[in-house]
């Protein structure tokens, strides 16, 4: 009886060493699988009034950080500045808190009416919305309030898409603009084997023709630079679609990655976008 009860234990030890090892080697290609990311919210802030235009700025947050994307605010009628430096108040509400961010257009062009901000980001300890309800945009100058604009507030499509090397990441959408996301890897080979590469990012023409046909892609937006400049590094910013007829919600998206070397050596994949609602787990 002692010599079966050892036999099992033998049986149960070598089993375990079994499933450790293989688990241990498999560790990085599991986590390159699972992204482990959660979205709070995410959206598309903008409005308009007689004076002031701000245009599809993205704001959103995730489990470490609050995001407010760049973006661009056109004024109607530089003269109503009076030569002064305008200042911008965002206010964004939940039901009990709220977050006010505040900026100076030191670099605003009267002559062109269109000011370009940066992104800012900072750590979700300090801005704890669990969602926005409300903002409103407040343009100041000498602390006398110009004009408030009450913004719309637009949820954004987050987009995934992996295959079992890449992945594009942090990717989203409304109905013309892409947050152009990043393209990572856990192949550290590929800055070894190709020195440039070229996202070519396009929705399906025809949704009744061939999927595997390339002729029956629009590209609709391209960017090319080195493997290290482009690959498992920040974001490619946000592109806007010129085409009014053209939902990109209602769109069969996808990315084409080419890596090459500078000569005829190339590798080409797509990487399909598939929509997952904000808020929802990315793993």
Do not use: W
């Not at 080697?25 to 990311?37: L, N, R, W």
């Not at 109905?175 to 190709?194: A, W």
Request: hydrophobic share 30%; with cysteine; aromatic share 12%.
């Amino acid at each position: 009886m002692k010599k079966k009860y050892m036999q099992h234990l033998i049986v149960s030890i070598v089993f375990a060493i079994i499933v450790s090892t293989t688990l241990f080697f498999m560790y990085d290609s599991f986590k390159f699988q699972t992204f482990g990311e959660i979205v709070y919210y995410d959206y598309i802030l903008s409005g308009s009034n007689d004076f002031v235009t701000m245009e599809n700025v993205e704001v959103y947050c995730d489990q470490d950080n609050f995001y407010l994307n760049d973006g661009r605010i056109l004024f109607t009628d530089s003269s109503i500045l009076s030569q002064q430096t305008p200042t911008i108040k965002l206010e964004l509400s939940s039901d009990e808190k709220k977050f006010n961010h505040e900026f100076t257009l030191d670099n605003y062009d009267q002559n062109n009416l269109i000011y370009s901000f940066n992104n800012y980001s900072s750590k979700t300890d300090g801005i704890n919305l669990d969602t926005i309800k409300t903002a409103t945009l407040t343009v100041e100058t000498n602390n006398q309030e110009l004009t408030k604009l009450k913004l719309d507030i637009t949820p954004l499509d987050r987009l995934e898409g992996s295959n079992s090397e890449y992945r594009i990441e942090n990717a989203a959408i409304s109905k013309s603009m892409i947050r152009l996301g990043s393209l990572k890897t856990s192949n550290d080979n590929v800055f070894k084997d190709y020195s440039d590469v070229s996202l070519e990012y396009r929705y399906l023409k025809d949704k009744k023709g061939d999927p595997k046909d390339n002729d029956n892609y629009v590209v609709f937006h391209k960017i090319s630079g080195t493997t290290k400049e482009l690959i498992n590094n920040d974001d490619y910013g946000t592109y806007n679609l010129e085409d009014d007829d053209i939902d990109l919600k209602n769109e069969k998206l996808s990315v084409v990655v080419i890596l090459s070397n500078g000569d005829d050596n190339q590798y080409a994949f797509a990487i399909d976008l598939n929509v997952q609602e904000a808020g929802d787990y990315y793993g």
